[in-house]
């Protein structure tokens, strides 16, 4: 095989990428979404929405209300588990790929850092993104049992291991 060849299995592709390392990804247009309910005494709520593109990568789709406006920490969390009270239950950011925290710009960085999403005086916000580290397929960077958070400050792209965005204040699993 080349260094990149697609095998058609049913619905959904399997990519042999460098190194002969194989990941299965969804077939396009297979989505995933959460729910995301208050948590740390918040009155968060919102949705996330996944979806697999035909060029590529995965759109994600966030839409929050009842937020304090401003610039807000999104990220997805390592673990579909949002149980406690404060979501520490997500346990930290979904980092497959093994990188830094940082920008979802930046060549590395966390499969989970989907950067700061603003919210108005509304109180609601709106994020769109597409990463090429996330998955809706099962595989190691498949979003599905994961858990999105949203935040209470400003995530800085820089500190380690969290961005500085302070407490979870909305959690959903990913389903």
């Given at each position: 095989?080349?260094?990149?060849?697609?095998?058609?299995?049913?619905?959904?592709?399997?990519?042999?990428?460098?190194?002969?390392?194989?990941?299965?990804?969804?077939?396009?247009?297979?989505?995933?979404?959460?729910?995301?309910?208050?948590?740390?005494?918040?009155?968060?709520?919102?949705?996330?929405?996944?979806?697999?593109?035909?060029?590529?990568?995965?759109?994600?789709?966030?839409?929050?209300?009842?937020?304090?406006?401003?610039?807000?920490?999104?990220?997805?969390?390592?673990?579909?588990?949002?149980?406690?009270?404060?979501?520490?239950?997500?346990?930290?950011?979904?980092?497959?790929?093994?990188?830094?925290?940082?920008?979802?710009?930046?060549?590395?960085?966390?499969?989970?850092?989907?950067?700061?999403i603003e919210v108005g005086k509304d109180g609601k916000g709106h994020l769109?993104?597409?990463?090429?580290?996330?998955?809706?397929?099962?595989?190691?960077?498949?979003?599905?049992?994961?858990?999105?958070?949203?935040?209470?400050?400003?995530?800085?792209?820089?500190?380690?291991?969290?961005?500085?965005?302070?407490?979870?204040?909305?959690?959903?699993?990913?389903?």
């Amino acid at each position: 095989m080349k260094k990149r060849d697609f095998l058609a299995i049913g619905a959904a592709a399997v990519l042999v990428g460098f190194g002969g390392a194989a990941a299965v990804s969804a077939a396009a247009g297979d989505k995933a979404t959460a729910t995301i309910e208050s948590k740390s005494g918040s009155k968060v709520t919102g949705k996330a929405e996944f979806t697999e593109l035909a060029s590529g990568g995965t759109k994600v789709e966030v839409w929050i209300e009842n937020a304090m406006p401003g610039s807000h920490g999104l990220h997805i969390h390592e673990k579909g588990d949002c149980s406690a009270p404060d979501a520490t239950s997500a346990g930290g950011h979904f980092n497959a790929a093994g990188s830094p925290h940082a920008a979802p710009t930046d060549a590395k960085h966390h499969n989970g850092d989907l950067g700061n999403i603003e919210v108005g005086k509304d109180g609601k916000g709106h994020l769109t993104i597409t990463s090429d580290q996330l998955t809706v397929a099962a595989g190691p960077n498949s979003v599905k049992g994961k858990a999105v958070v949203f935040h209470e400050k400003t995530d800085d792209m820089k500190t380690q291991p969290t961005g500085n965005a302070g407490a979870r204040y909305g959690c959903g699993v990913v389903q």
